[in-house]
């Protein structure tokens, strides 16, 4: 049975840094892709990065580009996100995802092969 959880979240000022880890076990971890997807309340999930099955390309939303920074260590089944200058738009419940595939072309929600429990970041200005 695959499980996927994530921990790291919890709650800080604007301009504040937070990495976020996720552990997936249950499966092969290096064959495939793994990503972050966010909700906020009333919004749907959309996609945050993606890092692919080697770590060795990766992919983020306009929104993450520059202030987030997704990476992993296959040898820990741990998958990680850098979150720096965060701001109160960034609010959400945070979900590590493991891929269908192991790289990163599309990387939508559709391509989740199993999702997190999800983490909650709440950023106060």
């Known amino acids: 049975q695959v499980q996927v959880v994530e921990s790291g979240g919890g709650l800080l000022q604007t301009g504040g840094s937070l990495r976020l880890s996720c552990t997936a076990s249950g499966l092969r971890f290096d064959d495939y892709a793994m990503g972050w997807f966010r909700q906020a309340p009333g919004k749907e999930r959309e996609a945050v990065s993606c890092i692919s099955w080697r770590g060795d390309t990766s992919k983020y939303a306009d929104f993450a580009k520059g202030r987030f920074t997704i990476s992993r260590d296959n040898t820990k089944n741990t998958l990680y996100l850098q979150m720096n200058s965060l701001k109160p738009e960034d609010t959400a419940t945070y979900y590590c995802?493991?891929?269908?595939?192991?790289?990163?072309?599309?990387?939508?929600?559709?391509?989740?092969?199993?999702w997190g429990q999800g983490t909650q970041v709440t950023v106060s200005s």
């Open positions: 995802a493991v891929l269908k595939n192991n790289f990163c072309s599309v990387y939508g929600p559709e391509q989740v092969k199993t």
